[in-house]
């Protein structure tokens, strides 16, 4: 099929990259320039695993490509995918401004075959509103699909060739059946919804893992008050089918482009429709002060901060990403900034971006043994596998103090043991 892409982004681009992959003719439009020229090259504008070289392997075969020209994306494509940025507005609410710009430029060029699939994240109702928008600059119908995804930094490609579901969400049942054939290829389980209930399922979807992640925070500092592990409590519970294992980490705080902003967009909705919602402000009150968690550990086994030299170890919101957007390490660095620590940070992908945040108030280091070198502590922030697999001993010996405060639950208990003159604070578990 002839597929055009609106927004090259984390979800356009690995769409894009995904369907030409199975087969599918696509061209990604963008309005940045300067991104379309490094695309053209087959430099990918963000890190992601896999991503690469996909890209050039589809471009090579004449099956992707890139453009900021409407007229040469849009002009014949059956299917236009909708991937803009909504991000969060002063109100909470998603702003939709990139969303309506793209509707109307995609009016010139559509006709009535043509399926225009909101990909987007965007507020129940939005689909509507769209249609209506479009319709009254082109003078027909058109025929829309909701169609969220539910990919990950980091894990986008396998998230989109090996989804746990597809949603597509129409009133029309030939646009609904023509997305579903475009994803035969991939063989994963479709469930067709109102365009309504596919736009409630992705907020619903994200708010319920977060809400799932300050859970597990909360029990988190439950077990510290008690002297369980939450590690094991999390094993324990996600053994139940129905709780499942997944998304039961403890650390600090959920972070990145995603739940922050949809969980607020969630509860806007539900006030602006006359529903309260009170769960849905505790999971944002939980992960504000969660994320205050490792800093106040500092704070109480220093007293002062004044003079200390603090390594961080992690600056983007999760591993395998570059990407800094709500990252617990940006209010942590200014926390530790601020009570008089001299900060150096390492991060392998996301130090340029984390500097374009948080300046020049923490500095940069090259590597992990730079940043740890005379250290009074260590505040593990990100898991990436190369903090995971660090020599715990070789790295105290590095340091002024051997001490370590770990966001992440990195270690095993037996390592930490094993390296004799050692102080660990980990989140949910006792020290050690
Ligand atoms: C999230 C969802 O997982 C995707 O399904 C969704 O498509 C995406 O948002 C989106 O709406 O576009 P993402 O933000 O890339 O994906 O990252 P996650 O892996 O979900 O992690 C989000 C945050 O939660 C990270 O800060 C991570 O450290 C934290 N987290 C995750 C925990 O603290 N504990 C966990 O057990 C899992």
Not at 274 to 293: C, M, S, W, Y
Not at 400 to 406: N, T
Request: aromatic fraction near 6%.
């Amino acid at each position: 099929m002839k597929i055009a892409i609106l927004g090259t982004g984390y979800v356009g681009l690995s769409t894009g990259v995904c369907l030409s992959q199975i087969g599918h003719q696509v061209t990604c439009l963008d309005i940045n320039e300067q991104k379309i020229v490094q695309l053209r090259k087959g430099i990918s504008p963000i890190y992601e695993p896999g991503l690469d070289d996909l890209l050039t392997m589809n471009m090579a075969a004449g099956k992707l490509k890139f453009t900021t020209s409407q007229p040469e994306a849009l002009a014949n494509a059956e299917i236009i995918i909708v991937a803009v940025g909504t991000p969060q507005g002063d109100d909470g609410a998603a702003d939709l401004s990139y969303l309506v710009q793209a509707s109307k430029d995609i009016s010139s060029y559509i006709n009535h075959d043509t399926i225009i699939v909101i990909k987007s994240t965007v507020p129940v109702g939005t689909n509507d509103f769209i249609k209506k928008l479009i319709e009254d600059y082109c003078g027909f119908p058109v025929k829309m699909v909701s169609n969220p995804e539910f990919l990950r930094q980091g894990s986008a490609i396998d998230d989109t060739l090996k989804a746990d579901r597809i949603i597509i969400g129409s009133e029309n049942e030939e646009a609904a059946s023509k997305i579903q054939k475009m994803y035969r290829p991939l063989n994963v389980e479709v469930i067709i919804t109102s365009t309504k209930s596919a736009e409630m399922i992705k907020y619903a979807s994200n708010a319920f893992l977060a809400t799932k992640i300050s859970y597990i925070n909360e029990i988190a500092n439950l077990c510290e008050a008690v002297g369980a592990d939450v590690q094991d409590v999390a094993r324990g519970m996600g053994k139940d089918k129905r709780i499942g294992e997944e998304f039961l980490y403890a650390g600090i705080g959920y972070g990145g482009s995603c739940f922050p902003k949809d969980v607020k967009a969630l509860l806007h909705t539900a006030g602006v429709n006359g529903v309260k919602f009170p769960l849905l402000k505790e999971t944002i009150a939980i992960n504000d002060f969660q994320r205050e968690v490792l800093v106040a550990k500092v704070l109480k086994r220093f007293g002062g901060l004044k003079g200390k030299k603090i390594a961080m170890l992690g600056l983007a919101f999760k591993p395998e990403t570059d990407d800094m957007r709500e990252a617990p390490s940006i209010p942590i660095a200014a926390a530790l900034t601020k009570y008089g620590a001299e900060v150096v940070a390492y991060d392998p992908v996301a130090t340029d971006n984390a500097r374009k945040i948080i300046g020049d108030s923490i500095k940069y280091a090259g590597s992990i043994d730079e940043a740890v070198h005379e250290a009074d502590a260590v505040l593990i922030v990100t898991e990436w596998k190369e903090v995971k697999s660090i020599d715990v001993a070789e790295m105290l010996a590095k340091m002024k103090e051997p001490i370590i405060f770990d966001g992440r639950n990195c270690f095993p208990e037996e390592t930490i043991r094993a390296c004799g003159s050692v102080e660990y604070y980990p989140i949910g578990k006792p020290a050690i």
